[in-house]
Nanobody, 122 residues
């Protein structure tokens, strides 16, 4: 059974930082491209970042503007999202996802976690 379990969300003041983690089980982690998406209330699920299988290449949604960094540890079956300079508009549920291609399209990701809430206060 494939499981993706996010952690690390919480409440933070604007300008603060959070580090999200996503532990993957039930699959060969290094076979998958990993992505982070987010969804705010009443909005579509939005691409945040993705990283290739080896961790050598990553790309980000336009809104990130150098504030977030995605990384992975294939030995620990875990992908991370370091978020700095957080803004109130970053408030959302953040989801990790596993897929076969390095893409911002959520349809390219087959497996999803349950999400972790990030709330940024002004």
């Amino acid at each position: 059974q494939v499981q993706l379990a996010e952690s690390g969300g919480g409440l933070v003041q604007a300008g603060g930082s959070l580090r999200l983690s996503c532990a993957v089980s039930g699959r060969t982690f290094s076979d998958d491209v990993m992505g982070w998406f987010r969804q705010a209330p009443g909005k579509e699920r939005e691409f945040v970042a993705a990283i290739n299988r080896s961790g050598s290449s990553a790309f980000y949604g336009d809104f990130v503007k150098g504030r977030f960094t995605i990384s992975r540890d294939n030995a620990k079956n875990t992908v991370f999202l370091q978020m700095n300079s957080l803004k109130p508009e970053d408030t959302a549920v953040y989801y990790c996802a596993a897929g076969g291609s390095l893409s911002p399209n959520k349809r390219e990701y087959e497996y999803w976690g349950q999400g972790t809430q990030v709330t940024v206060s002004s």
